[in-house]
């Protein structure tokens, strides 16, 4: 008998878990009231203006990236310091989000019994396409007051 079934169970009860483990992350991080939209597939390649990537290595292996405009981080910066944020300041604060978000799910999905870490955050500017993923999930985020964010969970 295949151990397919159970593989393939498996992997999609890990990503439910990632998923929730993001929901719950970014809702413990930041302070803003939001709504999310059910999670979408994504095709083979991903284009974004500006965002950080963290990769995570472990039992699950993969990049989470949030994507938006430098506004809403910025926004967000304001919400959560007083004060908003521009230049390699904002830069600064968009990986520090990234790491505080990713490390907070690292934490919360150690209680499923996945063990993961994450690499130190990359801000990409400008016009980025990643691709070379298995699988890609895109958690749109609506906060309110502030515009919208994209959290990508791309999964080799």
Same mark, same amino acid.
């Given at each position: 008998?295949?151990?397919?079934?159970?593989?393939?169970?498996?992997?999609?009860?890990?990503?439910?878990?990632?998923?929730?483990?993001?929901?719950?992350?970014?809702?413990?991080?930041?302070?803003?009231?939001?709504?999310?939209?059910?999670?979408?597939?994504?095709?083979?390649?991903?284009?974004?203006?500006?965002?950080?990537?963290?990769?995570?290595?472990?039992?699950?292996?993969?990049?989470?990236?949030?994507?938006?405009?430098?506004?809403?981080?910025?926004?967000?910066?304001?919400?959560?310091?007083?004060?908003?944020?521009?230049?390699?300041?904002?830069?600064?604060?968009? #990986?520090?989000? #990234?790491?505080?978000?990713?490390?907070?799910?690292?934490?919360?999905?150690?209680?499923? #019994?996945?063990?993961?870490?994450?690499?130190?955050?990359?801000?990409?500017?400008?016009?980025?396409?990643?691709?070379?993923?298995?699988?890609?999930?895109?958690?749109?985020?609506?906060?309110?007051?502030? #515009?919208?964010?994209?959290?990508?969970?791309?999964?080799?």
């Amino acid at each position: 008998m295949s151990n397919l079934p159970t593989s393939i169970e498996q992997r999609n009860k890990t990503v439910r878990d990632l998923l929730n483990g993001t929901f719950t992350s970014f809702k413990n991080v930041v302070p803003i009231q939001h709504d999310i939209k059910k999670p979408q597939l994504l095709g083979k390649s991903l284009h974004l203006e500006y965002g950080v990537l963290i990769g995570i290595t472990g039992d699950v292996k993969g990049n989470l990236i949030l994507s938006s405009t430098p506004n809403v981080f910025s926004s967000i910066s304001e919400v959560m310091f007083g004060m908003p944020l521009e230049g390699d300041m904002l830069a600064s604060f968009s #990986g520090e989000l #990234g790491n505080m978000i990713a490390g907070c799910l690292s934490t919360i999905i150690v209680e499923n #019994g996945i063990k993961t870490d994450i690499t130190s955050p990359t801000i990409m500017k400008g016009n980025t396409t990643l691709s070379g993923y298995e699988k890609a999930i895109q958690l749109t985020i609506n906060l309110e007051n502030i #515009g919208e964010m994209d959290i990508y969970l791309l999964l080799d």
